[in-house]
């Protein structure tokens, strides 16, 4: 049903007109996120409580209109697009660290919170609080808990359901649930909270969030190697894990994205290197010293032709320029790209990455991936230009082949981005049937009228 005018002014006696706006400049703001979807609501608001939250989905249940949960809109599947109109909420106004808990190490937070801000808070305090997505910078908990974000520190420290504890959430019929623990362990019940991570908006609002935080590590250190051979790389993955250490990071590029690198910044990285393994170590600082020389040591037991150790701060700072440059490097070989997060279980990369490239070639296009090595989540990069006829189509066809040898490889088409809207078609490839019902039917459940972020994750 579309947004009438009593709704409206329904909304406003909820939240007070400064803080709900129809205005067509407003409406355009949030009618995107981070990947070419766009849709226009009808309305944009901006609650201050769970209260409020309630009294409007309770009202979005009986009047039956979407309501679109948004963060920062940085979502790279769409999931904060508002492609059936419908009034978009955004959480920014809950924005408040209500607790660092330094005894029992945990934080209670909103979900307008960004990232970074928590980090910082935590680390001042000798925690440290683990999932970085390349977006801490503006993205907040809430768009993390509700997509499952993960990082470059996945891969010893595990992503962001790891770390949430519980939630209150509001529920599409305007019930305020609470879920959870504040204690490491607890197996009270079924698992809410973390079916409400990674549901995308479709399930609840989520209104609070409890992490749990880890002690900080005293210090970190970066390990760059360049391999002539994707399988060397691939071999000083295995051997570093199997000799027992655990990088707090470990990250690749192909050379595709080497010599874009390259070419943008000229680091002097070799254009002839097959790969390049960023590994970086944390932990008390002997430690650390002892695991970044066992880590140069596996890669030139493997063929790498060329190491760096990080000595100094500056130093590590330059080995990572590498690794951030790539996704601004990659809009100077095309102007455009589907960017897309899939994942193979680890020892299946190099096979995975010389099938894209095959696909690349079929369909005479470049593509690129970079990633996460220590936990096999690939960022493939389908680049093209839109303007060159057929192009786009053959990046599209593309997409698909990449999925269909994805899964073949036992792998998964996203391991960090979701589903949301550029996804939803290809559920049914990956899902087994019964599951797939049973997630519909507990859709069905928590949200009878469909009025919860619909259109997003289940194909249409
Ligand atoms: C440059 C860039 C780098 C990125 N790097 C990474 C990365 O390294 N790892 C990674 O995992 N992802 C990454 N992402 C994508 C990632 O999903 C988001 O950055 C982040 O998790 C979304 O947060 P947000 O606040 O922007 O949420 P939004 O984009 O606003 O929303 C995302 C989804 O969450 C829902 N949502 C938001 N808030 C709530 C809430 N309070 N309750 C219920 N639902 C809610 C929305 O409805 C939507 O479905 C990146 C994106 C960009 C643009």
Redesign the pocket.
């Known amino acids: 049903m579309p947004l009438n005018r009593d709704i409206y002014q329904a909304l406003e006696s909820i939240l007070g007109a400064a803080h709900l706006t129809d205005q067509e400049t407003d409406l355009q703001c949030y009618g995107y996120?981070?990947t070419a979807y766009a849709g226009l609501p009808e309305a944009v608001a901006f609650p201050g409580t769970t209260e409020e939250i309630s009294a409007i989905l309770k009202l979005a249940h009986e009047h039956r209109f979407p309501v679109?949960?948004?963060?920062?809109?940085?979502?790279?599947?769409g999931?904060?697009v508002p492609c059936r109109g419908g009034l978009v909420l955004v959480?920014s106004r809950?924005n408040r660290i209500l607790k660092i808990d330094t005894l029992n190490f945990l934080a209670v937070v909103e979900?307008?919170v960004v990232n970074r801000d928590l980090q910082q808070a935590v680390e001042a305090l000798g925690l440290f609080y683990p999932p970085?997505?390349?977006?801490m910078n503006?993205?907040?908990?809430?768009?993390?808990?509700?997509?499952?974000?993960?990082?470059?520190r996945a891969v010893k420290y595990g992503?962001?359901r790891d770390y949430v504890l519980g939630l209150t959430?509001v529920l599409p019929t305007g019930e305020i649930m609470r879920t959870g623990v504040q204690t490491v362990k607890g197996v009270v019940g079924y698992d809410v909270t973390r079916l409400l991570v990674g549901?995308?908006?479709?399930l609840?609002?989520?209104?609070e969030i409890t992490l749990k935080l880890l002690p900080k590590p005293e210090t970190r250190r970066p390990v760059l190697a360049f391999f002539n051979r994707l399988d060397q790389a691939a071999q000083a993955v295995v051997e570093i894990l199997h000799g027992g250490v655990l990088p707090s990071t470990l990250e690749f590029l192909d050379q595709p994205s080497i010599r874009a690198v390259e070419d943008y910044l000229h680091l002097g990285l070799p254009r002839e290197a097959e790969a390049l393994l960023l590994i970086e170590v944390d932990g008390e600082r002997q430690e650390v010293e002892r695991q970044s020389l066992r880590v140069r040591e596996a890669c030139e037991k493997l063929g790498a032709t060329g190491t760096r150790l990080a000595q100094t701060a500056a130093e590590a700072e330059d080995i990572w320029k590498a690794r951030r440059a790539v996704?601004p490097a990659l809009f100077r070989l095309r102007p455009n790209k589907i960017n897309e997060?899939i994942a193979v279980p680890r020892s299946r990369i190099p096979e995975a990455i010389r099938r894209f490239q095959e696909i690349a070639a079929r369909h005479d296009l470049l593509i690129v991936s970079f990633g996460h090595a220590g936990d096999g989540n690939i960022h493939v990069n389908v680049m093209y230009d839109q303007k060159r006829e057929g192009q786009e189509s053959r990046a599209r066809q593309a997409v698909e082949e990449i999925f269909k040898t994805v899964l073949a490889l036992g792998g998964t088409l996203s391991?960090?981005?979701?589903i949301?809207l550029a996804k939803a078609a290809y559920l049914p490839w990956e899902l087994d049937p019964v599951n797939l019902a049973v997630m519909k039917k507990i859709k069905d459940l928590l949200d009878p009228n469909h009025i919860l972020?619909p259109g997003?994750i289940f194909p249409a």
Do not use: Q, W
């Open positions: 996120d981070a679109i949960p948004r963060g920062a809109g940085s979502g790279m599947s999931g904060s959480l809950l979900p307008g970085d997505p390349a977006s503006f993205s907040t908990l809430g768009g993390n808990v509700a997509e499952c974000a993960g990082g470059a992503v962001t959430a549901s995308e908006g479709t609840g609002v989520i209104t996704s997060d391991g960090e981005h979701g949301g972020n997003k």
